[in-house]
């Protein structure tokens, strides 16, 4: 069993930055890959980017490449989303969720993002 909970949104002003943490429970936390979704009012929800579990690679979809990275810190079982150069259209809840046997098994709550232009 793994609980996430993400921190750190807000409001920013457009071209500005914020980082999302994500904490984890459980002894398990290095073995997940951990993903990092977003959904916007009136849209379905969609994927950001992921970090694995093995050797910390990262990938991320195209919109958000370039301006935000992922890390992840195993001894404090929490994940991060560094967020760059903001835009309105980024504004969305962000939620994390682990990844294990090809399948996200744990979700956070999610914590609202608000980019103001």
């Known amino acids: 069993q793994v609980q996430l909970v993400e921190s750190g949104g807000g409001l920013v002003q457009a071209g500005g930055s914020l980082r999302l943490s994500c904490a984890a429970s459980?002894?398990?936390?290095?073995?997940?890959?951990m993903g990092w979704f977003r959904q916007a009012l009136g849209k379905e929800r969609e994927f950001v980017g992921r970090?694995?579990?093995?050797?910390?690679?990262?990938y991320y979809t195209d919109s958000v490449k370039s301006r935000f990275i992922i890390s992840r810190d195993n001894a404090k079982n929490t994940a991060y989303l560094q967020m760059n150069s903001l835009d309105p259209e980024d504004t969305a809840g962000y939620y994390c969720?682990?990844?294990?046997?090809?399948?996200?098994?744990?979700w956070g709550q999610g914590t609202q993002v608000t980019v103001s232009s």
């Open positions: 969720a682990a990844h294990r046997d090809a399948k996200y098994g744990y």
């Open positions: 459980g002894r398990a936390f290095s073995s997940y890959a």
């Open positions: 970090i694995s579990a093995s050797d910390g690679s990262t």
